[in-house]
């Protein structure tokens, strides 16, 4: 509970900063625009509907009238579910002639009807708990069921009062264990007539009822966290909370998120741009049914709060692929969200010393932080995927593999902690996070050796996946030329370690150029200095000064060619070619990606997108946002570039987030920018760049607002409306809910 208060008291303390700036939508109408709208059942589980409230999620198709599935990131370190549901009675509905639901991501509900019942669903927004509510259910007979399934072995127990499956285990089988208890808990409870228990299988807990005189009843889901101790009164104490709480608590609080999210509308001729205004909602909403516990709720890009593969998971689900956290981290910023990277930042601030113990014990005794590229949630770096041997990350005696020498993670989150600091001015939050900003630094100093050339030289080091203990790779130059002045300014702003801001100083001056490769005058970035190694994985790491480490700006010829002749287009679910366009500046080559990557990868009416195993995944949603927020507005040290890569034939209205606890309203028809307004949350001087214009400088006042494109001010920020979506969306062979 106390994790939860301070998760909320963040939330609001940065809405009531940022409230009035936001507010230039109708809120309600154009979060509605991307509601998931369902003309038949989805009766399969990869047709499931998401909802979450940060530390449980669901998945909720209509097989066998309703199922719903749980799932919890902390059931660790397989992420295990705590079961499922089923409820019977709902088949009336479902296979009604008039049936017709629809995914409420203003409210954070999903209500479906038909044959005249109605069943609304939510998660309560304070406790870990799923109510379905149904009304018109008349006098038949109804049941609920809650089940498991082998290799499981739950206690289960069922009375008039509930059903609940429970079970614990340890996490000290696996390399790498953290020796910590876990488990999982659901209990199911009913509001209707003769209640009573079904006796049947163990690991199947029923109860069977009545509805209420006027053919409604409601079932309340319990899904804690849970570690052991007596199920049956832990069970109780919550029900009783549950049944006790207000009926509107979910919708006040999703209503409070999107009042202080940045909101986008799009439109264009052929509906793409709808589609994609969509994709970007559905991001934002999951990333708020995920993100309010300890630890991140997605590992490796799935969504694995959401799922209704039971307990299957194709990747390890102990351990975080920052990879694919990171294009879920940026979008959280450019929304006005990042509150929700709070788990982020303190999956590594929290393993800070386990960290700094494996890389003393595997990084032959060196100081600071090698952060794990994919990090078991207690800190090490251990790689164990069904399909091979267990690998180890950040190891300096490891044999040649994908991350053995990965040492460019810990700069790059340190990068996002700089990034989230420019964007809200939190001063405490810099300097809660600053130690892995300073130890990722002390790493890289202690790494990085002084060759014949007077530079500095980081070697063997991998590029990431790509090459593998190469020299001097392109990941390691662009994690140095950002993280040291990181290092520099944060130091000054906080007033410490003026040493190692001065050995950041001085190494800055010999970091050696990005790697070239090709003929002189067509040459584009290399992956390394050894740009002939074999190459192991399919990444475009020439674009990573582009994104996301922001060292080369748009409409540079040597992007544009490193860009145009990329190894790697339109690969990967979590494929960076939209947002290394629109940083770059080319509308139509981002307009592509995201039709490309989204038409071969979001298979799922939910928005969400397949890759490998039945799992849905997450990380194309986070790839979409970001891009379409980043073709808008982005900033860099040099100044805040909007519209710099928007489709012609897209028009926008929009509000970002910016640096300095700002905003910025766009307004976009056919390609060219008809109002720029530009919310100060500082007083100084913000250089931008509209389009392929020149850098101007305007002076700005703390709390005045400006039009960007007139250079004066102005009273308010334009308001944009929306209208509910009435029906599914369709993008070739994909689409957003369900037709009939």
Request: proline fraction near 7%.
């Amino acid at each position: 509970m106390l994790r939860r208060v301070k998760f909320r008291l963040s939330y609001l303390a940065l809405a009531a900063l940022s409230s009035a700036a936001l507010l230039g939508a109708d809120v309600a109408g154009v979060v509605g625009r991307s509601d998931l709208i369902l003309e038949r059942p989805n009766l399969k589980a990869e047709e499931a509907m998401p909802l979450g409230n940060g530390r449980l999620g669901v998945a909720i198709w209509s097989e066998d009238g309703m199922t719903i599935q749980l799932n919890r990131a902390d059931t660790l370190p397989r992420r295990l579910s705590p079961g499922q549901i089923v409820v019977p009675g709902l088949a009336r509905l479902i296979h009604a002639p008039d049936y017709q639901a629809r995914v409420d991501l203003y409210n954070g509900e999903l209500r479906e009807s038909g044959g005249s019942m109605q069943a609304t669903v939510w998660v309560d927004s304070e406790l870990d708990a799923v109510v379905i509510d149904v009304k018109g259910a008349g006098d038949a007979p109804q049941s609920v069921r809650l089940r498991l399934w082998p290799p499981r072995q739950p206690r289960g127990e069922a009375n008039p009062s509930f059903a609940l499956l429970s079970e614990t285990w340890k996490d000290d089988t696996a390399l790498g264990s953290s020796g910590e208890r876990f488990g999982s808990l659901a209990a199911v409870a009913v509001k209707g007539r003769n209640v009573r228990a079904v006796p049947r299988d163990p690991h199947e807990p029923q109860l069977s009822f009545l509805p209420e005189a006027d053919g409604s009843f409601r079932i309340w889901i319990a899904a804690p966290t849970w570690k052991g101790g007596d199920a049956r009164s832990a069970t109780q104490l919550l029900l009783d909370k549950i049944r006790a709480a207000p009926d509107t608590a979910h919708r006040l609080w999703w209503n409070q998120f999107w009042q202080h999210s940045a909101l986008m509308k799009l439109e264009s001729a052929d509906h793409s741009a709808e589609y994609f205004e969509n994709l970007r909602a559905l991001d934002l909403f999951l990333a708020a049914a995920e993100s309010g516990d300890r630890f991140p709720g997605s590992q490796a890009g799935v969504g694995d709060l959401f799922s209704s593969a039971r307990d299957f998971h194709q990747w390890d689900p102990a351990a975080y692929w920052h990879w694919n956290l990171r294009m879920q981290v940026a979008a959280n910023l450019g929304a006005g969200v990042p509150q929700l990277n709070a788990p982020y930042f303190r999956l590594y601030r929290d393993n800070l010393a386990n960290i700094e113990r494996w890389t003393r014990e595997y990084m032959a005794n060196r100081p600071g932080i090698c952060v794990p590229e994919t990090m078991r949630f207690n800190g090490v770096g251990i790689e164990a995927e069904q399909w091979t041997k267990p690998a180890h990350d950040c190891d300096a005696t490891w044999p040649p593999y994908y991350n053995a020498r990965t040492l460019s993670t810990g700069a790059e989150v340190s990068l996002w902690i700089w990034r989230q600091y420019l964007l809200t001015d939190d001063r405490a939050f810099l300097a809660q996070n600053y130690p892995v900003i300073a130890a990722a630094a002390r790493f890289l100093l202690a790494y990085a050796k002084t060759g014949s050339d007077g530079k500095l030289h980081t070697a063997p080091s991998n590029a990431h996946e790509n090459q593998w203990d190469v020299r001097d790779p392109i990941t390691d130059i662009c994690a140095m030329r950002t993280l040291f002045p990181a290092v520099i300014e944060a130091s000054k702003i906080l007033h410490r370690d003026a040493d190692l801001a001065d050995r950041a100083r001085q190494a800055l001056a010999h970091v050696v150029d990005l790697p070239l490769e090709g003929a002189p005058g067509e040459q584009v970035l290399a992956q390394s200095y050894d740009p002939g190694a074999p190459v192991h994985n399919s990444e475009n790491l020439g674009l990573e000064p582009v994104w996301p480490y922001q060292l080369i700006g748009p409409r540079d010829p040597l992007a544009i060619r490193t860009w145009q002749r990329r190894p790697n287009k339109f690969q990967n679910d979590w494929s960076y070619d939209p947002l290394d366009a629109a940083h770059i500046g080319l509308s139509n080559e981002m307009k592509t990606a995201l039709l490309r990557l989204t038409e071969k990868y979001q298979a799922y009416p939910s928005g969400l997108a397949h890759f490998v195993g039945p799992e849905f995944y997450r990380e194309q949603l986070g790839v979409v946002a970001a891009a379409l927020q980043d073709a808008l507005a982005f900033q860099t040290s040099d100044a805040l570039y909007l519209a710099q890569s928007w489709p012609k034939d897209w028009n926008a209205e929009a509000t970002m987030a910016v640096n300095h606890a700002s905003r910025v309203y766009l307004r976009i028809r056919d390609g060219r920018p008809e109002a720029i307004i530009f919310r100060a949350g500082y007083s100084g001087i913000l250089p931008y760049q509209i389009g392929a214009g020149p850098i101007q400088n305007i002076s700005v006042t703390r709390g005045e607002i400006y039009d960007l494109l007139n250079r004066h001010t102005v009273r308010s920020i334009p308001t944009f409306e929306g209208r509910p979506a009435d029906h599914p969306k369709q993008l070739g062979t994909r689409t957003l809910g369900l037709f009939r």
